[in-house]
Every structure is written in structure tokens, then in C-alpha cells.
């Protein structure tokens, strides 16, 4: 993969008071320990400045998110694996468990992890064109952690959710729009942003902290449950990094990846 020039994610607040924060990490920006340490801090950031609300996107004019890294996961050394995994309990912590408003811009591509964050927001705009979203985790012989399964239940119907975690399903974006996965479709990145931004300022006359305690309320469950779960969430993981037969299977999707990007 290309080497990083730039920051990893840009965090600007523009005009209405709302926060921006764009993922940069080319080609695919996939979840690195670095790319995740730095959404978390971004989003720390957002939470101190008492932001009333935060948009997600990318720089990439293709791919939201091609998800965690695979490299992270691929032969790792299991100590920077076990800080990874916990970095990404916290940033999804962070994310899902804010008291701001949250929305996604999602302009491409949004498979595994990238389908996490943008679930993790409370409104997602996805641009048309051919680009795809789901939780794909079974098709690379690996299995989704139960916050994500959680998070995908809180966005679809659970009958759904089941069918498209066991068979690793990746909407188009029309598929998307049926099914909830997304709340609209956009024709470009820029109205996918102002789609968003509608979206906060239906918020302009309702009280922040009662918007904020409910948001917390409903959201406690999922929550909960990885907090109380995290080291046998992260045991869990190293033991799926330490299973050879996983290890085989993350080494044929990397090929096939590699020989995809190749042709
Ligand atoms: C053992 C673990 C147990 C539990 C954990 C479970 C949790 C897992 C959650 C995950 O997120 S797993 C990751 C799943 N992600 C994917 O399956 C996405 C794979 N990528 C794609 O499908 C495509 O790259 C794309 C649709 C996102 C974009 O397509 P395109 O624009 O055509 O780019 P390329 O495919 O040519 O890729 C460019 C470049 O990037 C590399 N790459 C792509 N995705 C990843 C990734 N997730 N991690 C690392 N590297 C990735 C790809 O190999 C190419 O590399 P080159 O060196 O050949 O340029």
C-alpha cells in the first residue's frame, strides 16, 4: 500500500459550528493502529470543544473506509495486535456513546469496519454510484465481534442483520436505502455533507441535553455490554489472530486482493 504523506485525519469546524472530520489514508483508508489513534483524539477533541454535532467522512473520491487493516490482523505481533484491538474499542466507545450529533458523509466504498463507523453515526448519507456496504467479516473466514453485530442490529431489523452478517452481505447503495442501512443517497460528497448537515439542524429547537441523555439512554445497552466484555473481547481476538486456519484464510483474501488491484 502507497505510504502516508499528510495527516491521517483532518478535523476542521466549518461556518455552522459543526465539526468535519475526514479520514486520510490512502489508497483505501484502512484502520491502522495510527489512523484509529488519531479518529480518537479527533474525536476527543470534538467532545471538548463542546461541538454540537460532527459529521464523518473521507478524502478518498472512492472509499469511505475499506475497513480495519488486514495487515494489523495478518501475522501480527500480539502485542501492538492487543493495543489495536483496544484502540478500536474506544474509538468505537467514543463514537457510538457521543453525546453530539453524528452523521456520515459516506463518499464510497464502506465494507467491515468502514460500515461500523458509519453505523456507530446517527445518520448516514451514502453517494451513488457503485459503490457497496455491509459487514462482510464471514466471507473472510472471520467472524464479527458482537458489538458489531450489535450496532448493525440497532440500525436494521435483527432478521436482516442475521441474514446479512451469516452470508456477508454488501448492499448497493439502493439496497442500502430499502433495507435502513442508509437514511439517503446523495449524488456527490458535497450534497451528501449538506444532507447531514440537514439532518443536525433538525435538532436547532430541541434541548441538547435531553437530545443527548436519550441518544445515551437508547444506546446503553451495546454499550454496556462491551464495557463489561472488553478483555474477553480482546482474549477473543488474539485467539482468532493466533488460529492458523484464520491466518490461512486472511492470507488468500489478501491475494485476492492483491491480484485484483493488480489487473
Ligand atoms: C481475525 C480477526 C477476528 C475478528 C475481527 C473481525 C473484524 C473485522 C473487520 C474488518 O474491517 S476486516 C477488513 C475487511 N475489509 C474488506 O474486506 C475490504 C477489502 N477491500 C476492498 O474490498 C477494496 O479494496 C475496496 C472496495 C475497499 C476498494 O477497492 P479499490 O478502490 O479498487 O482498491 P483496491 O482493492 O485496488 O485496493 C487498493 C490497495 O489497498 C489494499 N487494501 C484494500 N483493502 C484493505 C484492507 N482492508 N486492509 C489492508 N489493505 C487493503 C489493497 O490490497 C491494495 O493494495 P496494493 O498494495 O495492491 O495497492
Known amino acids: 500500500m502507497a505510504a502516508q504523506a499528510g495527516p491521517l485525519v483532518d478535523l476542521s469546524i466549518d461556518n455552522d459550528g459543526i465539526a468535519i472530520l475526514t479520514m486520510n489514508r490512502p489508497p483505501v483508508n484502512s484502520l491502522n493502529l495510527e489512523l484509529l489513534e488519531e479518529i480518537g483524539k479527533s474525536l476527543d477533541e470534538v467532545a471538548k470543544n463542546k461541538t ?5 467522512t473521507s478524502s478518498s473520491p472512492s472509499v469511505f473506509s475499506a475497513g480495519l487493516d488486514i495487515m494489523e490482523m495478518y501475522k501480527p505481533d500480539l502485542k501492538r495486535a492487543e493495543i489495536f484491538w483496544t484502540t478500536l ?58 458489538w458489531f453485530m450489535d450496532t448493525m442490529c440497532h440500525t436494521i431489523p435483527i432478521r436482516q442483520a442475521e441474514y446479512a452478517l451469516t452470508t456477508a452481505r454488501m448492499f448497493t447503495v439502493d439496497e442500502a436505502l430499502q433495507v435502513g442501512l ?4 446523495a449524488s456527490d460528497k458535497a450534497d451528501a ?41 480482546t482474549a477473543e481476538f488474539l485467539g482468532f489472530l493466533k488460529n492458523p486456519k484464520i491466518q490461512q484464510s486472511l492470507e488468500m483474501y489478501i491475494q485476492s486482493l492483491k491480484q485484483k488491484a493488480a489487473k
Open 193 to 233: 455533507i449538506d444532507k447531514c448537515k440537514k439532518f443536525i439542524r433538525k435538532f436547532d429547537k430541541i434541548p441538547s441535553l435531553a437530545r443527548a441523555v436519550t441518544k445515551q439512554k437508547i444506546r446503553e445497552g451495546p454499550l454496556v455490554r462491551l464495557q463489561k466484555n472488553r478483555q474477553q473481547d
Open 52 to 56: 454540537k454535532s460532527m459529521i464523518l
Open 182 to 185: 442508509i437514511d439517503e443517497s
Open 89 to 146: 474499542q474506544d474509538v468505537w466507545i467514543k463514537l457510538f456513546g457521543s453525546s453530539y450529533i453524528t452523521a456520515a458523509a459516506i463518499n464510497g466504498h464502506a465494507p467491515a469496519g468502514g460500515c461500523l463507523l458509519s453505523m456507530s453515526c446517527e445518520y448516514r448519507v451514502m453517494v451513488e454510484g457503485k459503490y457497496t456496504i455491509g459487514l462482510n467479516e464471514t466471507a473472510l473466514g472471520i467472524v464479527a465481534p458482537t
